[in-house]
């Protein structure tokens, strides 16, 4: 039992340093050079497939057949909230934007609940609310709502949602680990955002002349990195739960508010400060939650 925890520790933690990482290197790559999204997260999927080949042919793990219908949904709900994410970050305030997102937890279990059966504690559901009542504080001076703003916020909140919950249920239903599943889900995903990327961005001939060989390679650099973050993100959803990766996600959000102070000289506002404090509050209380129904062995199916 104290193995399998500290191999959850290790890999939320690790999770948890690769996405930090990959955000800033990302967040460097839009505000200096101006790098389409779309084009970026494709180039994410590309890099992990082919970290999930280099793995396979190291017999690091053994590639297992798995039909294309069985991984259509996942990798087509993976699509639909990166561009929904955008649509959403683009047509509404970055406040609106947040509090939306702190929203999929909560939405994340009630698919379990009325899909799946599978029933959260009272103590988990009220470790919910400080979480987002932290996320609104941060966020409150730049809360506006708008007709097509909340559609797609709501809309993306509800396909991140289920994309979280598909990682972790489909890893079950197949029998199948983490690298098994996203060596399939990596490159249809990345053939999806294919078709999309004409849609949505400039054509790669019509702008790969504007990037530096460097910048180029901290693209790729993004990319080496993603690979660790998917890889993660699958594996502490399937030996965990989707709710518990979410609780890391506002780890993931907190630490990078934090970078962000000090990297950017973003400083800190009193209602943020309070919004930290009840986010960490929050996420700390449901760890706490979660290792104590675990010890007494009355969590029961896994939320």
């Known amino acids: 039992m104290e193995q399998s925890n500290l191999r959850k520790s290790i890999a939320i933690i690790g999770n948890i340093a690769c996405s930090i990482t990959v955000i800033l290197i990302n967040k460097w790559i839009y505000k200096e050079i101006g790098f389409p999204n779309v084009t970026l997260t494709f180039i994410h999927f590309v890099m992990t497939f082919i ?5 396979e042919k190291l017999n690091i793990f053994c590639q297992k057949s798995i039909s294309l219908k069985d991984v259509w949904l996942l990798s087509a709900t993976f699509c639909g909230f990166v561009v929904l994410t955008n649509l959403s970050l683009e047509n509404n305030t970055v406040g609106t934007y947040q509090v939306a997102k702190s929203m999929t937890t909560p939405v994340i279990m009630a698919i379990q609940y009325f899909h799946y059966n599978k029933k959260a504690s009272l103590p988990v559901v009220l470790s919910v609310i400080p979480i987002i009542f932290g996320v609104i504080c941060n966020f409150s001076y730049d809360i506006k709502f708008n007709v097509i703003g909340c559609f797609f916020a709501c809309t993306g909140v509800v396909v991140t949602s289920l994309y979280q919950v598909l990682v972790g249920e489909k890893q079950k239903e197949l029998q ?3 690298m098994q599943l996203l060596f399939y889900q990596a490159p249809l995903s990345a053939a999806m955002l294919l078709v999309i990327i004409p849609f949505v961005e ?7 002349t504007a990037f530096s060989f460097k910048e180029f390679m901290i693209v790729l650099s993004s990319g080496c990195v993603a690979f660790f973050v998917n890889l993660t993100i699958y594996w502490v959803i399937g030996n965990t739960s989707a709710v518990t990766y979410n609780m890391a996600g506002h780890m993931k959000f907190l630490l990078t508010l934090i970078g962000g102070f000090f990297i950017f000289n973003e400083w800190p506002q009193q209602n943020q400060i309070l919004g930290i404090v009840c986010t960490l509050g929050g996420v700390l209380a449901y760890t706490h939650i979660k290792l104590s129904e675990q010890d007494s062995k009355q969590g029961g199916t896994k939320v």
């Open 202 to 208: 400039p054509l790669p001939w019509e702008w790969y």
């Open 176 to 178: 199948v680990n983490s």
């Open 51 to 55: 970290g999930l080949y280099i793995c």
